[in-house]
């Protein structure tokens, strides 16, 4: 079809005059009979920010349905600071356990807590067993995006009226630190109540495997790490600070009693003074009294210290 040439100009006009009114003028406007509804998203531009970092994971692996187990970490969750997100790795009959409480379950429902079974084919029933699944390297790659592992036992502590917080040692960048083996110790503790890195076991672990009966996971995991260039790791008078097992020191951060409630050290427990002042300093630890009388009646002499690295 032919124009004249002069119609052009008027032939554009009328095509993106056309544009327009359909791409940026409301059909209710130009339409008789249209109704424009306006939908109303409340969040919408609000951004909520999750209130978990997930860089951090606290973890308790439990398949017993102790007594003491609701109130231990109920008590955990409220010294951990807010952030840090908790997961209870237990047993069917543990996990309907704590369960039951009525606080268990608001964490559960606002994400602070998840319950998940232990994997089947990772064993936690006996010192071997535990080792074993706590060398694997995929044990700790389902724990990611965690960085900051806090392992904690039923066994285990943190007290309300410590001066630091778990963030504190978070801080000073530790590949590892646990209750201190002793005062003179180059790196090493307990790994019943323990923060750890998670990027520096995967690299001692995609490199190197735990052969069975080999030494117990924190003491194989530490002698690794303790010659890997880019860990660092707390020293035994450092770790003092950390956690109480058998070294003592007025006022740590937390206790740990040791090899599952077995043991309690001598050193620590055996003079009533002593016991005194840390039922003074942190009365909690009375959760995991039911542990102890027999233990002072044993007068709390076993002990696993000679063995440990230096
Ligand atoms: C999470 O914690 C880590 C370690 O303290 C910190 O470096 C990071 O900035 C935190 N992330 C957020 C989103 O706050
Ligand atoms: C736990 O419960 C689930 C579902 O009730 C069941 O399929 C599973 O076999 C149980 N696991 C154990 C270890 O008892
Ligand atoms: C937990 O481990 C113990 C210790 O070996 C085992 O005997 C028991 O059957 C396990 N309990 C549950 C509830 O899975
Ligand atoms: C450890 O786990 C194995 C299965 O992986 C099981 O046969 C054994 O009974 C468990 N218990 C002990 C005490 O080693
Ligand atoms: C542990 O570290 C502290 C602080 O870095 C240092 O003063 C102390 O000498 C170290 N102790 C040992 C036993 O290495």
Same mark, same amino acid.
């Given at each position: 079809?032919?124009?004249?040439?002069?119609? =052009? %100009? @008027?032939?554009?006009? *009328?095509?993106? &005059?056309? #544009?327009?009114?359909? /791409?940026?003028? !409301?059909?209710?406007? $130009?339409?008789?009979?249209?109704?424009?509804?306006?939908?109303?998203?409340?969040?919408?531009?609000?951004?909520?920010?999750?209130?978990?970092?997930?860089?951090?994971?606290?973890?308790?692996?439990?398949?017993?349905?102790?007594?003491?187990?609701?109130?231990?970490?109920?008590?955990?969750?409220?010294?951990?600071?807010?952030?840090?997100?908790?997961?209870?790795?237990?047993?069917?009959?543990?996990?309907?356990?704590?369960?039951?409480? =009525? %606080? @268990?379950?608001?964490? *559960?429902?606002? &994400?602070? #807590?998840?319950?998940? /079974?232990?994997? !089947?084919?990772?064993? $936690?029933?006996?010192?071997?067993?535990?080792?074993?699944?706590?060398?694997?390297?995929?044990?700790?790659?389902?724990?990611?995006?965690?960085?900051?592992?806090?392992?904690?036992?039923?066994?285990?502590?943190?007290?309300?009226?410590?001066?630091?917080?778990?963030?504190?040692?978070?801080?000073?960048?530790?590949?590892?630190?646990?209750?201190?083996?002793?005062?003179?110790?180059?790196?090493?503790?307990?790994?019943?109540?323990?923060?750890?890195?998670?990027?520096?076991?995967?690299?001692?672990?995609?490199?190197?495997?735990?052969?069975?009966? !080999?030494?117990?996971?924190?003491?194989?995991?530490?002698?690794?790490?303790?010659?890997?260039?880019?860990?660092?790791?707390?020293?035994?008078?450092?770790?003092?600070?950390?956690?109480?097992?058998?070294?003592?020191?007025?006022?740590?951060?937390?206790?740990?009693?040791?090899?599952?409630?077995?043991?309690?050290?001598?050193?620590?427990?055996?003079?009533?003074?002593?016991?005194?002042?840390?039922?003074?300093?942190?009365?909690?630890?009375?959760?995991?009294?039911?542990?102890?009388?027999?233990?002072?009646?044993?007068?709390?002499?076993?002990?696993?210290?000679?063995?440990?690295?230096?």
């Amino acid at each position: 079809m032919l124009v004249p040439r002069n119609w =052009g %100009p @008027i032939l554009s006009f *009328i095509f993106f &005059g056309t #544009l327009t009114l359909f /791409l940026f003028i !409301e059909p209710s406007r $130009v339409l008789p009979g249209t109704i424009s509804v306006e939908i109303l998203r409340p969040n919408h531009g609000k951004h909520t920010p999750s209130p978990y970092n997930e860089t951090k994971l606290a973890l308790l692996i439990e398949n017993r349905s102790q007594p003491h187990l609701t109130p231990l970490l109920l008590h955990f969750m409220s010294v951990v600071p807010p952030e840090w997100p908790f997961l209870f790795l237990g047993s069917n009959e543990s996990i309907a356990h704590i369960q039951k409480s =009525g %606080p @268990i379950r608001g964490y *559960i429902s606002n &994400g602070k #807590l998840s319950v998940r /079974l232990i994997p !089947e084919d990772m064993k $936690v029933d006996s010192q071997e067993n535990l080792s074993k699944t706590m060398t694997r390297v995929d044990f700790y790659k389902m724990l990611l995006p965690a960085e900051w592992l806090f392992i904690f036992q039923t066994d285990s502590i943190i007290c309300a009226n410590s001066r630091v917080s778990l963030n504190d040692w978070v801080e000073r960048g530790f590949s590892w630190v646990g209750a201190s083996w002793g005062q003179d110790t180059k790196y090493g503790g307990n790994g019943g109540f323990n923060l750890r890195r998670v990027s520096h076991l995967l690299e001692v672990l995609t490199h190197q495997n735990r052969h069975d009966g !080999e030494k117990l996971e924190d003491w194989w995991l530490t002698d690794r790490l303790g010659h890997m260039p880019n860990a660092k790791m707390a020293n035994g008078t450092e770790e003092m600070e950390f956690s109480v097992e058998k070294i003592p020191y007025d006022t740590p951060l937390g206790y740990h009693t040791g090899w599952g409630g077995k043991l309690l050290m001598s050193q620590v427990w055996k003079e009533r003074a002593q016991r005194e002042q840390i039922f003074e300093y942190c009365p909690e630890i009375k959760i995991l009294m039911p542990m102890v009388p027999n233990r002072e009646a044993q007068g709390c002499e076993k002990d696993i210290s000679s063995s440990f690295p230096s």
